[in-house]
C-alpha cells in the first residue's frame, strides 16, 4: 500500500521561497512517474509539476512555470518541489501523488493521497 508523506510547508511572505518534500513508500518509487497538485480553499485540486521517472523530463503548469521546480531523489524515494517568487495566489494544501498524463490532464495514478502540506503567502 501506497504511502505519501509530505512536509516543508509553512508561513511566508510574498516573494519568499519554500522547498516541499514528499517522501514515498510501499511501491518501487523509481518505477513511477511523480507530481504535485494543489488545493485552495473553496477550489478544486490542481496540477502543479510532474517530473519522469528518471528525472528527465518536468511539466508545470502554467501559473508556476518560471518560479517552481520539481526533482526527484530515487536513492530516498522522495520528491521535492522548489518553490520561489511565491505569491498570495500559491496557498494551498500540496500533495504529492504517483501520477499518469491521460490526454492533457494529469491524474492521480494510484488514487492514494498524502496528509498534504499547507503553504500559506501572505501579501
Known amino acids: 500500500q501506497v504511502q505519501l508523506v509530505e512536509s516543508g510547508g509553512g508561513l511566508v511572505q510574498a516573494g519568499d521561497s519554500l522547498r516541499l518534500s514528499c517522501v514515498v513508500s510501499?511501491?518501487?518509487?523509481?518505477?513511477?512517474?511523480m507530481g504535485w497538485f494543489r488545493q485552495a480553499p473553496g477550489k478544486e485540486r490542481e496540477f502543479v509539476a510532474a517530473?519522469?521517472?528518471?528525472?528527465?523530463?518536468?511539466n508545470y503548469a502554467d501559473s508556476v512555470k518560471g518560479r517552481f521546480t520539481i526533482s526527484r531523489d530515487n536513492a530516498k524515494n522522495t520528491v521535492y518541489l522548489q518553490m520561489n517568487i511565491l505569491k498570495p495566489e500559491d496557498t494551498a494544501d500540496y500533495y504529492c501523488?504517483?501520477?499518469?498524463?491521460?490526454?492533457?490532464?494529469?491524474?492521480?495514478?494510484?488514487?492514494?493521497w498524502g496528509q498534504g502540506t499547507l503553504v500559506t503567502v501572505s501579501s
Open positions: 501523488a504517483a501520477v499518469l498524463k491521460v490526454g492533457s490532464m494529469w491524474k492521480n495514478f494510484l488514487d492514494a
Open positions: 510501499g511501491i518501487t518509487f523509481s518505477s513511477y512517474d
Open positions: 517530473i519522469n521517472w528518471g528525472g528527465t523530463r518536468l
